[in-house]
């Protein structure tokens, strides 16, 4: 199966992935739970209703979308509260409905976007814009204020395809399945693979600067982006009138990563590539995480770089990867995922094994490779049987220089043991390198232990620890998984507050009654300038 025959999936409001294929957790899983000091939490609580929109606005949304596409019940707003982080869903199974929206509203259209956000703002009525819903930073999840759920399903057009200049035009509300297989049908690929991808939107690629797994080889969502369409509660925002401009700074990136806090993305024109002709993915062992690292900075500063590139330290190696058979008998080390896309693979596949070899790899051919493969948009199912079963289960990601990545691994692994160890609960932390580039990698970690009784309040201490870490060791706050609410402090520290306050002022002008995802990404102004 390939990524374009995967269905569009709908997400269980609180459990991640496809409700059709839920995933067990085997019986040597759960045995390993016990030794943490794993024991099963209580029942999970239903939400209890609160009050929605005024008749007033709820009058205007149905003037503006028709009734059919202005959803009050409760459990349309459920569906719509918070995104999935673990704490999300924590809050989620206790019947938190705290950051319920008030309202789902469904555009069919830029103009209907446009429209909306111009009348919200005369009336000083929030909005956040969803469509996956995959947010696992707090991006979806304003704090103190009423709001409505922007959810752009209905934006759901493959508008145009340039085969000349190869780039596709294509509605925000395009889930990532549909995408490529509306791509698919006219024989090109987007290329754009993270792991949200069976729920992921490309307007929310977008809206947080996603980053997919064949990044070595197709780039990030934000590389890909060579023009779009935002609406903003002032008016409509084009840009992109060529590939490459000298004409002032490139605005485009000033809307990539904003996260719905300057507009509402609602179309995207993207570079596309046609589809490879072969796809091969392939193992490889090293004695330890340092060699590995050294051999795939080899590959990305020097080449040859091939599609897929990441690398398991021996933690995750050993736990979620390793197979007597595959990996040498048992002898442990580390494993790195390489894989190839195109046409006429195997010059590549020689070229990076002789590159991989004389930095002291071993090939375990395509067995390891194709589990990857088939396997790597499932792991994030195990997070809600390991929930169930009372462990807290979490990730968190950042990116340095080759230069600082070892210190970098190495202070936010002991941040997270040692925060976690204080409350009784020691972890299980994992690492891989997801991402590479010529001046530095990504680093993602993975962390399992015990819940306490107060599992949020738990996570929240490791995760403020392993922020301090990150900092300290000269790492960014996100990679890719954005800024937030999780991170908003933390990325305010990291560009400083001239630079925020340079944010802020782009947010008034755009958003004069700051109706837009309020709270997220973008810290409130110290004072408001008359």
Excluded at 120 to 126: G, K, M, Y
Excluded at 299 to 318: F, H, I, K, M, N
Excluded at 503 to 517: C, E, G, S, W, Y
């Amino acid at each position: 199966m390939t990524e374009s025959d995967l269905p569009v999936v709908q997400l269980t409001p609180g459990r991640w992935g496809d409700p059709a294929h839920p995933l067990t957790l085997p019986p040597a899983a759960l045995q390993a739970l016990k030794h943490l000091g794993v024991r099963r939490p209580g029942a999970t609580t239903a939400p209890a209703d609160r009050s929605g929109l005024t008749e007033e606005v709820s009058g205007l949304l149905v003037e503006l979308l028709g009734g059919e596409y202005v959803k009050t019940d409760l459990e349309m707003r459920w569906g719509h509260t918070r995104g999935y982080s673990t704490t999300d869903l924590l809050r989620h199974r206790a019947g938190d409905t705290s950051d319920m929206p008030a309202a789902v509203v469904f555009p069919g259209s830029h103009d209907e976007v446009q429209a909306l956000l111009t009348s919200c703002s005369e009336h000083h009525l929030a909005v956040v814009p969803y469509a996956g819903g995959t947010s696992v930073v707090g991006g979806l999840a304003p704090k103190g204020t009423a709001f409505i759920a922007v959810d752009l399903r209905r934006l759901d057009r493959l508008v145009e395809v340039d085969e000349v200049s190869r780039t596709a035009t294509i509605e925000a509300g395009v889930r990532g399945t549909a995408a490529e297989a509306l791509l698919a049908e006219r024989g090109y690929t987007l290329g754009h693979f993270p792991q949200s991808y069976e729920g992921a939107s490309i307007g929310g690629y977008a809206a947080t600067r996603s980053s997919g797994q064949s990044s070595a080889g197709y780039g990030r969502f934000d590389q890909m982006v060579v023009g779009l369409t935002m609406a903003t509660p002032r008016g409509t925002i084009r840009l992109g009138r060529a590939p490459m401009s000298a004409a002032g700074p490139d605005l485009r990136q000033l809307v990539l990563g904003s996260e719905g806090t300057l507009g509402i993305i609602t179309s995207v024109v993207l570079r596309i590539r046609p589809r490879p002709v072969e796809r091969v993915f392939e193992g490889w062992r090293f004695g330890a995480f340092e060699e590995g690292l050294a051999a795939i900075r080899r590959l990305a500063q020097d080449g040859p770089l091939p599609t897929v590139l990441r690398l398991s330290d021996e933690v995750e190696t050993a736990i979620n990867l390793a197979d007597p058979d595959v990996l040498g008998g048992g002898s442990g080390g580390v494993l790195a995922i390489v894989g190839f896309e195109g046409e006429h693979t195997e010059v590549r596949r020689t070229e990076v094994g002789v590159v991989l070899r004389g930095a002291g790899g071993e090939a375990l051919g395509e067995g390891p490779g194709e589990t990857w493969r088939e396997g790597r948009y499932r792991a994030p199912y195990l997070r809600d049987p390991l929930l169930d079963e009372g462990a807290l289960v979490e990730t968190l990601e950042t990116a340095g220089f080759w230069s600082t990545l070892p210190a970098l691994k190495a202070k936010v692994t002991e941040a997270l043991v040692a925060a976690l160890s204080e409350q009784g609960t020691p972890p299980i932390v994992l690492c891989h390198v997801s991402h590479v580039y010529e001046t530095g990698a990504s680093l993602y970690f993975t962390v399992i232990c015990a819940q306490t009784d107060e599992p949020i309040s738990q996570w929240q201490q490791a995760k403020t620890a392993a922020n301090a870490a990150i900092a300290a060791a000269g790492g960014t706050i996100s990679h890719h998984h954005g800024v937030g609410t999780d991170h908003r402090s933390a990325y305010a520290e990291e560009v400083g507050p001239l630079a925020i306050e340079a944010l802020q002022a782009v947010k008034r002008v755009l958003d004069p009654h700051n109706i837009l995802n309020p709270g997220i990404l973008i810290p409130p102004p110290t004072h408001q300038t008359p």
